[in-house]
């Protein structure tokens, strides 16, 4: 299984983008997709998740409200709107995926790096104030 990203780019705060990452190499709607990113000096860190079904969406705060995730079964794709980006938006956004059962209560290890099973390249997303 392969993940690329895409969509990255400069913007100004305010602006938008649109991050892309294709699954290739299985069978897509069988996977959990997120994203993750990390910026210059810090840790990677949980931004959204998507299950296999669209059924259930989780978001971290910082992003709640302005960011959505999306996917395409028949494109084998996931998608993130970014809306209103902010600079402490800054950072390489990477996709994530894993198809088997996720470990420990529902959706209580959605945000660890640890549990996905594959990952994208990353793809730069800067904001300037």
């Known amino acids: 299984v392969q993940l690329q990203a895409s969509g990255g780019g400069l913007v100004q705060a305010g602006d938008s983008l649109r991050l892309s990452c294709v699954l290739s190499?299985?069978?897509?709607?069988?996977?959990?997709m997120a994203w993750f990113r990390q910026a210059p000096g810090k840790e990677r860190e949980f931004v959204v998740v998507n299950t296999r079904n669209g059924d259930n969406t989780s978001y971290a705060d910082s992003v709640k409200g302005r960011f959505t995730i999306s996917r395409d079964n028949a494109k084998n794709t996931v998608y993130l709107q970014m809306n209103s980006l902010k600079p402490e938006d800054t950072a390489v956004y990477y996709c994530a995926a894993r198809m088997g059962p996720f470990p420990g209560a529902h959706g209580s290890s959605w945000p660890e790096m640890l549990v996905y099973d594959y990952w994208g390249q990353g793809t730069q997303v800067t904001v300037s104030s």
């Open positions: 190499g299985g069978t897509f709607s069988r996977y959990v």
